[in-house]
C-alpha cells in the first residue's frame, strides 16, 4: 500500500469520531425533515436537551481523560457524583432557602468528595494498587457513603433559588463548556500536561525524566474527584434533590466518551476535546432514538457498538502506525 493511501486512512481513523457526529446528526435531520418537516439540528430545544444529556456523563468524562492518559481508570467516579449530590443538598438545606448558602455548601462538597480521590491517589501511586481494584474499591466506600448521607431515603429534595439558578436553561451546559475549555488548555498547552501524557506513556522513562510521577498521579485522581463532585452538584440543580446513586448510570457513558474520542486504554493518547466530541454522539445517540420513537433501551446496544468499533480502530490505528 502506498504512502498516500495510508496517508488518508491514517486521516480517516484520526477523524472518525468527528465524521461519525456529523453522519448521526445528518440522519436525523433527513429523518426530522421527512417524517415531520422540522429541523432536528437547528432547533433551541433538541439542541438544549442534547446538551444538558451530554453536560454531566461530560464533567465526569473530563476527569476520566486525565486519569485514562496515564494508563489509569477511575470506577470510583460515578458515585462520587452520587455522594456529591447528596451532600451539596443536605449542606443547602441548612441554610433555610437562602441562595448565600452555596458559597459554603459548594466548596465544602467538593472538599469532601476529593476525599475518595486523594485515596485513590494514595493507592494507586505509593502504595502501588492497580487502579481498577484500588478505585473499584473506593466504588464501593463512595456508594455507601452517599447513601448513609442521604439518610432513609435515595434522594435528599431541596428548594434553594441559587441552585436552582445553577440547574436552569443553558447554564449547566455553559458551566461545563468553560470548565472544558480551562482542562483542554491545561492538557494541552502546560508543562502539566506534557507530564501526563508521559506518565501514560512510559512512566519509567517519566521516572528517568525527573517528573514525580506518585505526586502528578495524586493529583490526576483528585481531578477525577473534583469533576465527579461538580457533576453531582450540577445534577442536584437540575432535579431539586440529590440522589446517591445519581452518577451510577453515567460511569461508564463517561468511560465510553473517553474511549469514542480516541484516547487508548493503555494510556499516552487521548485530549478533552475527542472528550467532547464522545460524550455528543452518546448524548446525539440517547436523545436521537427518542425523537425517532426507539425504544430507549436500544440506546445500549447502539453505544456499545460504537464503544466496540472505537477500539476496533484504535487498534487499526496503531498497526497502521506500524506499518508506516
Known sequence: MDNSRLDKIALITKLWPWLFLAALLAFFEVYAQISAHRSFLFNAYNLQSIGLAAAAPLLLAIGQTFVIITAGIDLSAGFVMGLAA???AQFTLFGSGSPWILIVSIPLTIVVCLIPGLVNGVLIAWLGVPAF????GMYGVARGAGFLAAGSGMTVSVDNTGLAWL????TPVVLTGVLLVIMHLLL????????TYAIGGNPQSAVRAGIN?????????????????????IYTARFAAGAANAGEPM??????????????????????VGT???ALIIAVIQFGLVFVDVNAFWQFIV??????LSVLIDQYKDRLGGAQ
Open 276 to 278: 467532547l466530541i464522545g
Open 188 to 195: 494541552s498547552k502546560t508543562r502539566f500536561g506534557q507530564y
Open 133 to 136: 481494584i484500588g478505585t473499584l
Open 251 to 272: 460511569l461508564l457513558d463517561s468511560i465510553a466518551a473517553v474511549v469514542i474520542g480516541g484516547a487508548s486504554l493503555f494510556g499516552g493518547t487521548g485530549n478533552v
Open 213 to 233: 510521577v506518585k505526586r502528578h498521579l495524586l493529583v490526576v485522581y483528585l481531578i477525577a474527584a473534583a469533576f465527579a463532585a461538580v457533576g453531582g452538584i
Open 167 to 170: 440547574g436552569a436553561g443553558w
Open 303 to 308: 453505544v456499545g457498538i460504537v464503544i466496540i
Open 86 to 88: 447528596v451532600c451539596v
